[in-house]
């Protein structure tokens, strides 16, 4: 049983070094989701342009050292994207980014999409915008991940 234990370099950076920390003054989106069985809170905000393109993100996160890192990485990963890319961004492509997460911690990457869903659902509710394949957020990720064992 050889499973990660060890944070990648980049994990480390970006928890040391997290980018995109803070609040926004009026944001286009805010999210904010948590997972109760761990305790942490992640918010997102974005700051979306007239082309529907993602000109700012920053994060506030109550969190482990990984959810930490996933938030910024996240951040990172949404800038410049138009809000149909930034859909895109999933846990997944956050985890490998950050060059892979040990598996206990897997959870901080999907609570990393789902804030990013959770401000685009803000955005697309507030200026009346269908973006495609978007649905409410949920409050606690653990939700998701009961309905990924069903």
């Not at 997972?35 to 969190?63: H, P, S, W």
Request: charged share 25%; proline share 3%.
């Amino acid at each position: 049983m050889s499973q990660v234990t060890e944070y990648s370099e980049k994990v480390m950076d970006h928890f040391m070094n997290p980018r995109n920390v803070g609040e926004m003054e009026n944001p286009s989106g805010v999210g904010t989701v948590g997972n109760a069985k761990c305790g942490d809170i992640m918010r997102m905000y974005l700051d979306i342009d007239e082309n529907q393109v993602v000109r700012d993100a920053k994060f506030k996160t109550f969190g482990c050292g990984a959810a930490i890192a996933t938030s910024s990485m996240a951040t990172e990963l949404v800038k410049g994207k138009s809000v149909t890319d930034a859909m895109e961004v999933t846990n997944r492509a956050v985890m490998e980014a950050l060059g892979g997460l040990p598996p206990v911690k897997v959870h901080c990457s999907l609570l990393a999409e789902e804030a990013i869903h959770a401000a685009l659902w803000d955005y697309s509710q507030k200026n009346k915008v269908v973006i495609d394949g978007l649905k409410a957020p949920v409050n606690d990720i653990e939700e998701l991940e009961k309905e990924e064992q069903e």
